[in-house]
């Protein structure tokens, strides 16, 4: 596209950082001060991992980043994100985040636009002015944990933890079936964990089978308690 956008701005692909200053993670998550949300003023922008999209369903209009500090939920109002160069997992996104907003929503600190008082998703005609794709491209590594040594710092991170099994009454019912869409891991030392699924992903009706696995998913935090989502079955 050439001229200018019916907005008057002028389309761009790439972001300028000259004079805007780049934070990590940590540091976005502390400008969140009190109340629902904090208003980022300043010239700042984000460099980070894109860790999780919505390809399989499971996330809806919202992806994970993540860099060496810490990783955060990104609230964007576009479907098929996954579809979008910048948002494959595993790439580099540089987020200008000037006029963005930070704050918790279900004790879960999250960036994205404003939405009925607190932090909502970045409208679909703003994406451009704040998501610019990088060339840089690397596999997600996932930062492994226990269930007993999970802390607020580790939520919004990709994480592992190995050999965890569904417990007993979840065995051959489904990862997301009726209203249920939570299920219950627990490790040798009978220490458990949530596993949440939509009941959009497209592996929602798959069965669930006895047996020990690693997870790998998203560290998320729900009214004071540590969920896990995932974007395949185990």
Not at 108 to 130: C, P, T
Request: charged share 20%; aromatic share 10%.
């Amino acid at each position: 596209m050439k001229g200018p956008r019916l907005d008057g701005s002028t389309p761009s692909c790439s972001y300028n950082t000259e004079g805007k200053k780049l934070i990590s993670v940590s540091e976005l998550k502390l400008l969140y001060t009190s109340g629902n949300y904090t208003q980022i003023t300043d010239n700042v922008y984000l460099k980070a991992q894109v860790t999780a999209n919505d390809k399989t369903g499971n996330l809806f209009k919202y992806i994970y980043v993540e860099d060496k500090t810490g990783g955060i939920r990104v609230n964007i109002d576009m479907t098929s994100l996954y579809a979008d160069p910048r948002f494959f997992v595993g790439k580099q996104v540089l987020i200008n985040l000037k006029d963005l907003y930070v704050g918790s929503v279900n004790a879960e600190v999250q960036l994205g636009g404003l939405f009925n008082g607190n932090v909502g998703r970045v409208l679909a005609n703003d994406v451009y002015k704040h998501f610019f794709p990088t060339t840089d491209f690397t596999e997600v590594v996932a930062t492994e944990k226990t269930i007993a040594g999970l802390t607020d710092a580790d939520v919004g991170r990709w994480i592992k933890i190995k050999d965890l099994q569904f417990i007993n009454d979840d065995l051959g019912e489904s990862y997301a079936g009726g209203s249920n869409t939570s299920r219950t891991l627990e490790d040798c030392s009978g220490a458990k964990i949530s596993l949440t699924t939509s009941s959009f992903a497209n592996f929602a009706s798959r069965q669930i089978d006895s047996g020990k696995g690693d997870l790998y998913g998203v560290l998320t935090k729900a009214n004071g308690k540590y969920e896990v989502w995932i974007t395949n079955p185990l």
